[in-house]
């Protein structure tokens, strides 16, 4: 039996999105609800419910209130994704947590994620070589420049399987690897 009020809050985190309801009270904060009302559609009285965090927006609705509110929906979304389209006055809104981009420019990953993605992950300190890292998706820094892979430990070899979903490319086995940040979430272009 599902429970009758759930709490979403895991799962905006774990999205990379635990910082969206302050970034949306923000920018319905630079104008009246009235106002954005006649501009999107949207009843005055349902954007004070977004702002006081009795509801949330559907995809549209929010996407109409970062287009009215000269943002990008990306940056209401998750932030530092896209800073050229992000309000200037946010200095209040302290972000305890830094998520960085990575523009995916292979088809290593493909086809689960095309290239000109985008991959949001959180920078990991330099950690020591002997580290082991859980199996997962991660940012690494290479010779060649930064990838984005899959990594799995092989305790029979000591040693990391890296490689992607697209099948025409080879599997490696690797003792060390630079990873550099942790994957929290995709962004795939239509």
């Known amino acids: 039996m599902p429970l009758k009020n759930p709490s979403f809050e895991r799962y905006f985190i774990e999205q990379g999105l635990s910082f969206y309801k302050e970034r949306l009270k923000y920018v319905l904060s630079q104008q009246s609800f009235s106002k954005l009302s006649e501009k999107t559609g949207i009843k005055a009285s349902t954007l004070s419910q977004y702002n006081a965090d009795i509801a949330h927006p559907s995809l549209p609705r929010l996407a109409a209130i970062a287009q009215e509110c000269d943002v990008s929906l990306q940056w209401l979304l998750f932030g530092d994704v896209e800073p ?57 820094n290479t010779k060649q420049g930064d990838i984005f892979r899959r990594i799995q430990w092989q305790d029979n070899d000591e040693c990391y399987l890296v490689f992607g979903d697209n099948p025409k490319y080879t599997p490696q086995l690797i003792k060390s690897l630079h990873v550099i940040g942790k994957v929290i979430s995709m962004i795939t272009p239509i």
């Not at 992000?86 to 493909?110: H, N, R, W, Y």
């Open 84 to 140: 050229a389209k992000a309000p200037t006055g946010l200095k209040d809104i302290k972000l305890k947590e830094k998520v960085k981009a990575f523009k995916v420019l292979d088809d290593v990953m493909s086809p689960t994620v095309a290239a000109l993605s985008v991959v949001q992950y959180k920078p990991l300190k330099p950690q020591p070589k002997s580290k082991i890292f859980a199996d997962g998706l991660y940012i690494i």
